[in-house]
Nanobody
Framework: QVRLVESGGGLVQPGGSLRLSCVASGFTFSVYAMGWYRQNLGKQGERVASISTAGTTDYADSVKGRFTISRDNAKNMVYLQMNSLKPEDTAVYYC?????????WGQGTQVTVSS
């Protein structure tokens, strides 16, 4: 079955960096657009970044210039490089497979930015 497993979250100080990884299985990875979504403790959610099957990327204004999404189809992996982290980046980050039949979310990984 479809599986999306995130890793790489943790506690980091403001200005620091983290790299999130998502390994996918159970489907033909290369034919799906992928992305990252985050939800904070106030239940506010935001699409952070997405990457198409052709490698075209899109970012939320709040992370543009700081975050980079990438994919490695040979490894069924999606990454989110997060630099210059701010306290407002604190959230659970979810790896998502976009589909017209319904998006599939991973279990999420916690990112906490605090001094």
């Amino acid at each position: 079955q479809v599986r999306l497993v995130e890793s790489g979250g943790g506690l980091v100080q403001p200005g620091g960096s983290l790299r999130l990884s998502c390994v996918a299985s159970g489907f033909t990875f290369s034919v799906y657009a992928m992305g990252w979504y985050r939800q904070n403790l106030g239940k506010q959610g935001e699409r952070v970044a997405s990457i198409s099957t052709a490698g075209t990327t899109d970012y939320a204004d709040s992370v543009k210039g700081r975050f980079t999404i990438s994919r490695d189809n040979a490894k069924n992996m999606v990454y989110l490089q997060m630099n210059s982290l701010k306290p407002e980046d604190t959230a659970v980050y979810y790896c998502i497979r976009y589909s017209g039949a319904g998006d599939w979310w991973g279990q999420g990984t916690q990112v906490t930015v605090s001094s």
